[in-house]
C-alpha cells in the first residue's frame, strides 16, 4: 500500500472520539531518514517492534510520535490490534521498508510499509501491502500517519466538513483530489494528507470503495480506513500522500502545498477538444432565440425542471442578450433585454415602511404566477448575495444602454440602488452577509462568504461612484479574510442549502474579487490571495479520468454534500475568465490549461440538436451513483444559470462573437 504524507500550516479545535495514544512505548532504536525540503523521519523501534515514528519538519514534530506500529486493525466489537514490524531494510538515505506477519482469528496476515521521503519538498510516501491466508471478515485496517499530540487540529475534507473539530465518513466518495486538509488553528503547520491519485481510488467496482476517513482533534490522528473482508490471493493497497507546509499563513500553505501535491504526482491537464468557442456560443444563440423557456414580458425559466423565473439571475440574462443585441444588431436581444429589466422592478419590495425596502425576491413561480424566496423550499427567505449579484448587472445593463444608445433608464439604476442599500442593512455585526434575511429564518442568520457581494461591490462603487459603499466593501473582506480564507470554510453559495455547507463555487468568486483588485490597484498581495484561492479550489476538482466512468471527469468537482455529482459548470462564478486572468498575470500556462479544459467540459455538457439544442446539462458524471441509477448520466438542462454563465464568459472576454 502506498501512503504520500503532505503536511502544511492549520488551525485547530478539539473533539471527541476514540484512537490512538500519545508517544506509547519506550524507544529502543531510532533510524532517520532525511529529504531534502527539510523533512526528516524518525522510524521508531519500541519492545512490540517498529513503528512509523515521528516526522520532523526543519526540527519541529509534526503531530505525536507513532510508536505502537505501522497500522491499526479495528473489528466491530471493539478489539484493536498494533502491526509492529520485525525487520526493517534501509533502503537509502530517504527510505526504508519495514515488514513482519501476525495471526488475527486464526488467519495469517502478512504486511509491509515503505517509508520514503520525496526529493525537494516536504513529502513522503508510505507505502503498505498486506496478505491474508484466509478469509478475514470483520476487521478494518487504519491507517494513520502521526499520533494525537495534545494540540487543537483541525479539518477541512470536500465536501463533507470545513474547519471541522471531528470529522467522520465510513464511505469516501466525492472528494475530487482525495485528501484531507488537517491544520493548526495557527496555521503553524497545515497538512494534505491523502491517496495517491495514481490509483484508482475509491472505485466503486472494487474493495476499495469500502475507504473511510476518521478525525477527531486531540483524541484521535487522521486515518484513511479500509475495510475487509479481505481474501486470500490478493495483494492489498491502498497508495497515500502527506504533504507539510510551515508557511504560517493559509495562503502560503495553500499555495506551497498544491504546487508540491501536482510536482510529486506530474499532474498534467488532458487536453479536450470538443467545439471553438464560436462553434459553441452559435449553438447556445439559436436555442436561445427559438427555447420555450423565453417568457415573453419576464425573462427565461432556469431550467426544464423547475418552472421558476429566477429572479437574482434575469439582470445578467439582460446583460448578455444585449451583447448579443450589441454584436449583431438584432433588436430582438434588445426587446428581450428591456422586457426581463422592466420585470425584475415589479419584483422588488418598495413600501418605504418595509424593513426589506429595495430587495428582490428571489424567483418568480410561473404556474400560480407570484414571486416567492423559498429556493426548492429548503432554505426560504430573502437571499443578499443574489440581491447584490442583480444589483451589479441592473447597473451594468444601464450603464452600457446608456452609452450605447445615449438611453438613461433611471428606473433600472434607482432600482439597483435600492438592491444595495437593502443588503449594505442587513450587514452582519462581524462584517459578514447572512445567507438567509426573512421569515423562518431561524439558525439561517449566521454570516457566509457571500462572494457574489465581494464581486459586485467594487464595481457597483465603480459606477455609481458612491464612497458610502467604501466601507462595506472593506469589513467584507476582512471577515473574508477572517472566517472564510484563515481556516479554509467557504459557505453560502448555494442558497437552496444550509448556511453552513462547504461548497466550491463562492470559492471563484472570491479568486474574481481578489483579480479584480489586483487589476485595478496592483495590489501584489491580492495576486496571492487569488491565486491561493484557485489552487484551494483545485482540490476539490478530479485530477484525473476514472476508469470506470465514460464521461470527463478531470477537473469536475462535486456540486455539494446534499446532491453528489460531478459538474463542471460555473455557478454564478466566472472560473473561466478567473484562470484565464491568472495566466496573464502570473505568466502560469497550467492556468490557461485549466481553462480550457474547463471550457471545453462545458462545451460537452451542451445539447447540439434538437429541440433543446443550446441548452447545458447540469452534471458531466455520477461516477458512485450519487443522485441517479447511472454514472454517465446529465441530469437536467440549463437555458439559464449554467449556459448563462459559461456564454457570458466567452462574450466578456472576446473569446467568440454572435454573428
Known sequence: ???????????????????????????????????????????????????????????????????????????????????????????????????????????????????????GMAAASIRATWEVDGVLDGWEVCLPYRDVDGAEWRCTLYPFAADAPEVRVPRLTYVGVPGALIFRPDMSLVALYGIDPASDYLDPTSWTSNTGFHFASEVEAEQFRLGGPFSPGTTYSLPLQVLISDAGSATGAIRALVRDWMRLNDYTVQPLQVRTPNEALALFVEGRRRTALWYPGKGYRI?????????????????????????TGDTVWRQRAFEAMDFVLTAQHTDPADPNRGAIESHYDL???????????????????????????????????????????????DAAVRIAGWVVRVQNPDGGLPQVVGSPHEGRTQSVVSGRALVAFPIIRRITRDAKYDAFIKDLERFLRE????????TGAHTDLPPEDLEADSVWQVTEYWLNKHEWTRDKDALKHAEANALFAFLMWCPKQLSWVRNPTQTCHAEQQHYLQYSNYCYTNAKIACLRRLAAFTGDALYQELADRVMQCGFWAQETEGEYIGWQYERMSDPWKGVSDDIDSKGTRYMSELALELHLQLLETGLARAE
Open 1 to 119: 500500500m502506498t501512503v504520500a504524507l503532505i503536511l502544511a500550516t492549520v488551525c485547530a479545535p478539539a473533539a471527541p472520539g476514540g484512537g490512538s495514544r500519545v508517544g506509547h512505548g519506550t524507544v529502543r532504536e531510532t533510524i532517520v531518514l532525511s529529504g531534502d525540503g527539510g523533512l526528516c523521519w524518525k522510524l521508531q523501534r519500541t519492545d512490540a517492534g517498529w513503528a512509523l515514528g515521528q516526522a520532523v519538519l526543519f526540527g519541529r514534530p509534526v503531530g505525536g510520535p507513532l510508536r505502537d506500529g505501522l497500522m491499526l486493525l479495528r473489528n466491530g466489537d471493539g478489539r484493536q490490534l498494533w502491526l509492529a514490524a520485525d525487520t526493517v531494510t534501509r533502503i537509502d538515505a530517504r527510505s526504508a521498508r519495514l515488514s513482519g506477519s501476525t495471526r488475527v482469528d486464526g488467519v495469517g496476515l502478512r504486511f509491509e510499509v515503505e517509508v520514503s521521503l520525496e526529493p
Open 303 to 327: 431550467q426544464d425542471a423547475w418552472a421558476v423565473i429566477y429572479m437574482p439571475e434575469v439582470p445578467g440574462n439582460a446583460y448578455l442578450d444585449y451583447l448579443l443585441y450589441e454584436q
Open 367 to 413: 404556474e400560480p404566477g407570484i414571486f416567492a424566496s423559498t429556493d426548492r423550499g429548503g432554505n426560504p427567505g430573502l437571499k443578499p448575495d443574489m440581491n447584490a449579484m442583480a444589483a451589479r448587472y441592473m447597473l451594468t445593463v444601464w450603464q452600457r444602454v446608456r452609452e450605447h444608445e445615449g438611453l438613461d433608464r433611471r428606473d433600472w439604476y
Open 483 to 490: 472566517h472564510a480564507e484563515d481556516c479554509f470554510r467557504y
